[in-house]
């Protein structure tokens, strides 16, 4: 009885091995192309080494206070910031354009209203409904934003380009939500966080510190346009 049980094991462990011996490609294995990219190395000793390199990342932990004391209220900046400043660039390069139109094209008043005019309709055409869907921490974010890129308050692009009671009107309304279209961006003073966004910003990084602040890349605002259409008209 034992070596019929010897002889027993001894012939299931034969068939264990011959079927480990088949070929893989007789066992219709679905194997997939390796993916990825060739690491650095060294050899030294008979011990082998692998490099690699990662971009550098700011971590910001969930619930510990900041130096603002406020931990929600960073995030939310980031969150905005990462949303809004697209438009203040665009801004930029729209207000530079139409001050170069104006200097190279504008030799009468009325032809400067027109031209405004039409840029205003314009506008609103490309923006509005990207407007309305902003909150208000957002709208005031986009002003503080366009003040740096721009170089110029809020007050003051009303005044310059519509009229001085424009300006005072919606300043008056500006007010009723505590917010003044007259402030100045002030980089080492209350818009010290904007700043240290716009430098990160501007360095490359940003994808990776928002991706270490909400662990998941950031979302892209795309504008498809920088330019504006609207011309001077000119009578002949």
């Not at 679905?30 to 190395?41: L, N, R, T």
């Not at 030799?107 to 309305?132: A, M, N, P």
């Not at 003051?156 to 961006?185: H, P």
């Not at 966004?197 to 994808?207: E, P, R, Y």
Request: charged share 30%; aromatic share 14%.
């Amino acid at each position: 009885m034992y070596i019929c049980s010897v002889k027993l094991k001894s012939l299931i462990i034969a068939v264990l091995a011959a079927f480990c011996a088949v070929p893989l490609g007789a066992q219709s294995l679905d194997f997939k192309k390796p993916s990825g990219y060739p690491m650095y190395y060294e050899a030294h000793d008979g011990d082998t080494t692998f490099f690699d390199t990662i971009d550098p990342i700011w971590v910001f932990p969930r619930g510990r206070k900041m130096k603002s004391g406020d931990w929600r209220k960073e995030y939310r900046l980031i969150y905005n910031f990462n949303k809004i400043y697209p438009y203040a660039l665009v801004g930029r390069k729209l207000m530079a354009q139409v001050d170069s139109t104006i200097a190279a094209d504008v030799t009468k008043r009325s032809q400067r209203t027109q031209y405004i005019k039409q840029v205003e309709k314009e506008l609103l055409g490309l923006f509005t409904k990207d407007i309305k869907q902003m909150t208000t921490s957002q709208g005031v974010l986009l002003m503080r934003l366009v003040d740096r890129e721009c170089g110029i308050s809020a007050f003051d692009i009303i005044k310059e380009y519509e009229s001085g009671f424009a300006a005072n009107f919606w300043q008056v309304i500006a007010r009723l939500f505590s917010q003044d279209l007259k402030a100045r961006y002030e980089p080492t003073g209350r818009d010290a966080k904007i700043e240290e966004l716009v430098q990160i910003w501007d360095s490359g990084q940003w994808d990776q510190f928002y991706y270490s602040v909400f662990w998941e890349a950031p979302r892209k605002t795309e504008i498809k346009f920088d330019r504006l259409k609207s011309e001077v008209k000119k009578k002949r």
